[in-house]
């Protein structure tokens, strides 16, 4: 056994318990964030499926059909990803830049370069290492959403749609179903489908459709992209719980294989001393310095096995 493996064994110990503490209160502290962020949505849907019922009854009357919300308006793409500013979370930050990924290049052979909006720290250095402009990038706002984070994209949207040459508006970002179970899914915000009509009733609007629709359109956003937001943040607590409590089990699992890799590195040494004495007793004895040996309380000799 070489010299030292024991000594060195127990620094990586050491090494591991520390990092196994910094986990454990990781995994602690995006556990209590899920409920907090599950509060968040549970406020804000009752506000945007409204919004979404408001926007679909004006779209059922024939002068909506024409506004550039359901007609589309210029001929290129605008795509926004929603990400996370932390990593140590698992795939979750990997599956929506793959997933961006793949809508940009696919949006890119039918129609050009895209324009993209990178909300989250971890998005905005992936696609500035890649090379890939970006009209807007947000950081720092990931974590824990707020509206008035939701009206700084939707600020940044609408400035690109003032341009007149944005048609569509694609949005990337995970959606949270419930704490088992959540997945990147890729939206068209813009040009909206025409929803079927659910019932009969005729409304009459003052001032025309067209006119209440480019009012409403910064609200609907800023409530769609609000909940998409909280979403996100509720998706990134769970995949960091997760992901944070595997690695804090990893770390006792390799916790408990080095201390017996000590152990055993500890027996071997005692034997191995053991050994050495009991060898160096018999080569002494053999020597016929037995005797004078025996004679020094300091020495002790091992007696010979009947």
Same mark, same amino acid.
């Given at each position: 056994?070489?010299?030292?493996?024991?000594?060195?064994l127990?620094?990586? =110990?050491r090494?591991i318990?520390s990092?196994?503490?910094?986990t454990?209160? %990781?995994?602690? =502290?995006?556990?209590?964030?899920?409920v907090r962020?599950?509060?968040?949505? #549970?406020?804000?849907?009752?506000?945007?499926?409204?919004?979404?019922?408001?926007?679909?009854e =004006?779209?059922?009357?024939?002068?909506?059909? /024409?506004?550039?919300?359901?007609?589309?308006?210029?001929?290129?793409?605008?795509?926004v990803?929603?990400?996370? /500013?932390?990593?140590?979370?698992?795939?979750?930050?990997?599956? *929506?830049?793959?997933?961006?990924?793949?809508?940009?290049?696919?949006?890119?052979?039918?129609?050009g370069?895209?324009?993209l909006?990178?909300v989250?720290?971890?998005?905005?250095s992936?696609?500035?290492f890649?090379?890939r402009?970006?009209?807007?990038?947000?950081?720092?706002?990931a /974590?824990?959403?707020?509206?008035?984070?939701?009206q700084?994209?939707?600020?940044?949207?609408?400035?690109?749609?003032?341009?007149? #040459?944005?048609g569509?508006?694609?949005?990337?970002?995970?959606r949270f179903?419930s704490v088992?179970?959540?997945?990147?899914?890729?939206r068209?915000?813009?040009p909206? +489908?025409?929803?079927?009509?659910k019932?009969? #009733?005729?409304?009459?609007?003052?001032?025309?459709?067209?006119?209440?629709?480019?009012?409403l359109?910064p609200?609907?956003?800023?409530?769609? *992209?609000?909940?998409?937001?909280l979403?996100?943040?509720a998706s990134?607590?769970?995949a960091?719980?997760?992901?944070?409590?595997?690695?804090? +089990?990893n770390?006792? /699992?390799?916790?408990?294989?080095l201390?017996?890799a %000590?152990?055993?590195?500890?027996?071997d040494?005692?034997? #191995?001393?053991? %050994?050495?004495?009991?060898?160096?007793?018999?080569?002494?004895?053999q020597?016929?310095?037995?005797?004078? =040996?025996?004679?020094?309380?300091?020495i002790?000799?091992?007696?010979?096995a009947?």
């Amino acid at each position: 056994m070489p010299a030292g493996q024991e000594r060195t064994l127990r620094r990586r =110990i050491r090494s591991i318990q520390s990092t196994q503490k910094i986990t454990r209160a %990781m995994e602690l =502290i995006a556990a209590s964030r899920i409920v907090r962020a599950q509060l968040a949505i #549970t406020a804000a849907k009752p506000y945007a499926e409204r919004m979404s019922d408001v926007v679909g009854e =004006i779209a059922a009357t024939p002068e909506a059909k /024409d506004h550039w919300l359901f007609a589309g308006g210029g001929d290129r793409p605008l795509v926004v990803v929603l990400a996370a /500013d932390r990593g140590l979370s698992g795939a979750f930050n990997v599956s *929506v830049l793959r997933a961006a990924d793949e809508l940009l290049r696919r949006l890119s052979r039918r129609a050009g370069a895209p324009g993209l909006i990178a909300v989250g720290r971890r998005a905005v250095s992936y696609f500035r290492f890649n090379g890939r402009a970006m009209a807007e990038s947000f950081e720092g706002l990931a /974590d824990r959403p707020r509206f008035e984070d939701a009206q700084k994209i939707v600020a940044a949207i609408t400035h690109e749609l003032e341009g007149g #040459t944005v048609g569509e508006i694609y949005l990337v970002s995970t959606r949270f179903l419930s704490v088992g179970s959540q997945k990147v899914q890729t939206r068209r915000l813009v040009p909206l +489908d025409l929803p079927e009509r659910k019932t009969s #009733t005729v409304f009459e609007f003052e001032p025309d459709p067209a006119q209440i629709l480019d009012r409403l359109l910064p609200r609907w956003l800023e409530a769609e *992209v609000y909940l998409a937001l909280l979403e996100s943040a509720a998706s990134f607590h769970v995949a960091q719980q997760r992901a944070m409590k595997a690695a804090t +089990d990893n770390a006792d /699992d390799l916790i408990k294989a080095l201390s017996r890799a %000590m152990n055993r590195a500890r027996q071997d040494s005692i034997t #191995t001393e053991i %050994m050495e004495i009991v060898g160096g007793a018999e080569a002494l004895r053999q020597t016929g310095r037995g005797d004078e =040996i025996a004679g020094r309380p300091d020495i002790y000799v091992f007696p010979e096995a009947s």
